[in-house]
């Protein structure tokens, strides 16, 4: 028996969690020869602008050994283009618009956002937070949580209440958590995740760069490890929040893997260079990988990867966090403290097996090594060697060194 692939996004229920990435696939018109546009969950539209757009110079594409470079500049017919013949085709077809916008300021977003709002037939609308901000020399709005928020708010402002919002985040943040909640506090229905990484490639015949833009957005199989981290973070922290999980994804295996990680939908990309037919394919590889799970839905894989993990989770944290955090409120042992603030006058370092750093710290009775990093500690105390509750590397007590 076929696996149910039927998923929501919003009020509207879709025929697969498989749709195509923006900017890979134009609005669906070239892809329609290969694929039935129709029976896929949606079409999420190459970004559109307030005015038409010429791009950037060619070229604008670069290979590389795991995926591409692009830099097409958000070449476009604008707004007014993409309405009067874009979306009309779309619905032709029958299938459902997901209209990516970008701006180079809040008030493009909110304009772009009310002139979706009076056409009928959008399903949901994409804000694309990877333009340069230009009341912040051009600094990419996803960039920036409270700049994201604004942008967001804006939007979901100016868009009819019916249709949902997803902010699109770049994963070129120290921290893509405090991203989602600034979009989601702001009104986000749903997340997408994630744009392209910035990147780079040289011409080693001419000695330049590759691209006319000379940096380009690297997208393909190199980033979906580190798309589905993503992922799995902004699902730890809103699970309740729907997720278009994006970057890398070739097969019905790859698509899983991101449903695991908590996204709700999956959106197919860079593939579509090669194989125009590659949302088809995917979307029946990945009943297939269902069928021979035993899953009769989806829904039921969706965020799966994250029961019984927590325990996990919380000792990589620590380790991630540096090594000797204790397990109650992420403290150090004193002496590693002292060491970590250039405070080593009283005592000295040593490594021990393994170089995992010391600190010999003077005691009542004597003096231990403390180290940082996984196992426990003793440290002399009263003339004796007592376990205490750090969660450290096994860390030594010079007898030579008691006082």
């Known amino acids: 028996m076929p696996a149910d692939l039927r998923t929501r996004l919003g009020q509207l229920e879709l025929p697969s969690p498989v749709m195509t990435a923006s900017g890979c696939a134009g609005a ?157 506090s702001s009104g986000a229905d749903g997340l997408s995740l994630v744009n392209a990484v910035p990147g780079m490639a040289i011409d080693p015949v001419s000695f330049r760069p590759a691209l006319a833009g000379m940096f380009g957005g690297l997208s393909g199989p190199a980033i979906r490890p580190l798309a589905v981290r993503c992922v799995w973070q902004v699902r730890e922290a809103f699970p309740d929040v729907p997720v278009i999980g994006m970057g890398g994804v070739r097969t019905g295996r790859d698509a899983l893997e991101f449903l695991l990680a908590g996204a709700t939908m999956v959106a197919v990309g860079t593939v579509l260079f090669h194989d125009p037919s590659a949302c088809s394919r995917i979307q029946r590889e990945l009943e297939e990988e269902l069928v021979a799970r035993g899953v009769d839905r989806v829904s039921e894989v969706v965020g799966r990867a994250h029961e019984g993990a927590g325990a996990a989770a919380d000792r990589n944290s620590r380790v991630l966090a540096g090594g000797g955090a204790v397990a109650s409120g992420g403290k150090y042992p004193y002496s590693y403290q002292r060491w970590l603030k250039g405070q080593v006058p009283r005592w000295r370092l040593r490594l021990l097996p393994g170089g995992m750093p010391a600190a010999r710290e003077k005691g009542e009775c004597g003096a231990a090594w403390v180290c940082a990093g996984r196992g426990r500690a003793r440290r002399a105390r009263s003339g004796k060697r007592r376990a205490v509750g750090w969660a450290c590397h096994a860390a030594r007590v010079d007898r030579k060194d008691r006082a």
Request: net charge neutral; aromatic share 4%; glycine share 10%.
């Open 28 to 184: 669906g018109r070239e892809l329609a020869q290969f694929t039935d546009v129709a029976r896929i969950g949606a079409v999420i539209t190459k970004s559109v602008t307030l005015e038409p757009r010429a791009g950037n110079p060619a070229p604008r594409l670069a290979e590389t050994p795991s995926g591409m470079l692009s830099s097409p500049g958000l070449q476009g017919p604008g707004i007014d283009g993409f309405l009067q013949r874009d979306l009309p085709w779309l619905l032709s077809r029958g299938a459902r618009a997901v209209v990516s916008i970008a701006g180079h300021t809040v008030r493009e977003y909110a304009e772009l956002a009310v002139r979706l709002s009076d056409a009928a037939g959008v399903s949901a609308i994409e804000v694309n937070l990877g333009c340069p901000d230009a009341a912040a020399a051009g600094r990419p709005f996803a960039l920036d949580p409270t700049a994201a928020g604004q942008v967001v708010a804006q939007v979901r402002g100016s868009a009819r209440y019916d249709i949902p919002v997803f902010a699109k985040l770049s994963p070129e943040v120290t921290d893509i958590v405090s991203v989602a909640r600034a979009c989601v």
